[in-house]
């Protein structure tokens, strides 16, 4: 713009238009996107844990820590190579937010919001859902006593009452309980 006459104005000018154009259309672009039915109502731009899941293959787990886990007393520093997993949050005193570092020590009640690999589906286990009859082999049973037969399985899950149980050897199974069970494909 040196030497050249009205170079100075000129850039003034583009200058100009070009903050007023960028006003201008940012500030229609709300109005317009609403206009044009662009704005998601139920969308959020934070994310949750639950939004990794079926993208990124990651899942999220819960896990409570009780009385004489191996787990209490200790850092996440010295767990942290036992398992495949990460733990992304604790939950203490029932809804403290922790954020966790290596030296975080896990406490009796803590509840852990840890990060593990998504499993991917295998041709030979298969996962199926059943429910329990009155006279079935699995109605008034504890889980340990079940005879396995010839094809072995594992009750991974049960839904009762609404509510979703991860039972161990000693959780009772009762007529009407749903229950998730894994099986090797023979």
Do not use: W
């Not at 100075?8 to 070009?18: G, S, T, Y």
């Not at 990794?52 to 293959?57: N, V």
């Not at 298969?126 to 079935?136: D, I, S, Y």
């Amino acid at each position: 713009m040196a030497g050249v006459p009205g170079g100075h104005d000129l850039f003034d000018l583009v200058f100009v238009i070009a903050v007023a154009s960028i006003v201008v259309q940012g500030s229609l672009l709300p109005a317009v996107a609403k206009k044009l039915d662009m704005i998601d109502a139920a969308g959020d731009v934070r994310r949750t844990f639950n939004d990794y899941r079926d993208e990124d293959g990651m899942s999220f787990v819960k896990l409570k820590v009780g009385a004489g886990h191996p787990f209490a007393g200790r850092s996440l520093a010295d767990i942290g190579s036992a398992t495949d997993m990460l733990v992304a949050l604790v939950l203490r005193d029932g809804a403290h937010p922790v954020l966790p570092n290596g030296d975080t020590v896990i406490e009796e009640g803590d509840l852990l919001v840890m990060a593990a690999p998504t499993f991917e589906e295998r041709a030979e286990v298969t996962l199926r859902e059943v429910t329990v009859t009155p006279h079935g082999r699995l109605a008034g049973q504890r889980l340990r006593d079940v005879p396995q037969g010839k094809h072995p399985f594992i009750v991974v899950m049960l839904k009762r009452d609404g509510q979703t149980i991860i039972p161990d050897g000693n959780t009772l199974i009762y007529a009407g309980d749903e229950a998730v069970i894994a099986t090797l494909a023979s």
